[in-house]
Nanobody, 119 residues
Framework: QVQLVESGGGLVQAGGSLRLSCVASGRILRINTMAWYRQAPGKQRELVASITSDGRTNYADSVKDRFTIARDNAKNTVSLQMNSLKAGDTALYYC?????????????WGQGTQVTVSS
């Protein structure tokens, strides 16, 4: 069984910073792309940032130059450093990973961690 567990959410004032972390555990053969998504109340879940196994990154336009995604392949972790936070960044943030287990690739999600930015 594979699990993704996030940590690091919380309440912060506008302009502040938070760092989210996610660790994958279980019977993992390989982790391909890892990503962070978010979902605000009444809105669809959206991609925030992604990173491939060889380190190529992609960001939503709304977070470019403010957020940084990174991963540690040895530890099966992915992080999201969020700076200059805005009220519009308030959402439930989910860790996502494409994981090869039992010779097949599966799409896994964490349980979500709440980020609330007060203006």
């Amino acid at each position: 069984q594979v699990q993704l567990v996030e940590s690091g959410g919380g309440l912060v004032q506008a302009g502040g910073s938070l760092r989210l972390s996610c660790v994958a555990s279980g019977r993992i053969l390989r982790i391909n792309t890892m990503a962070w998504y978010r979902q605000a109340p009444g809105k669809q879940r959206e991609l925030v940032a992604s990173i491939t196994s060889d380190g190529r990154t992609n960001y939503a336009d709304s977070v470019k130059d403010r957020f940084t995604i990174a991963r540690d392949n040895a530890k099966n972790t992915v992080s999201l450093q969020m700076n200059s936070l805005k009220a519009g960044d308030t959402a439930l943030y989910y860790c996502n990973a494409l994981i090869v287990a039992s010779l097949s690739q599966y799409n896994y999600w964490g349980q979500g961690t709440q980020v609330t930015v007060s203006s």
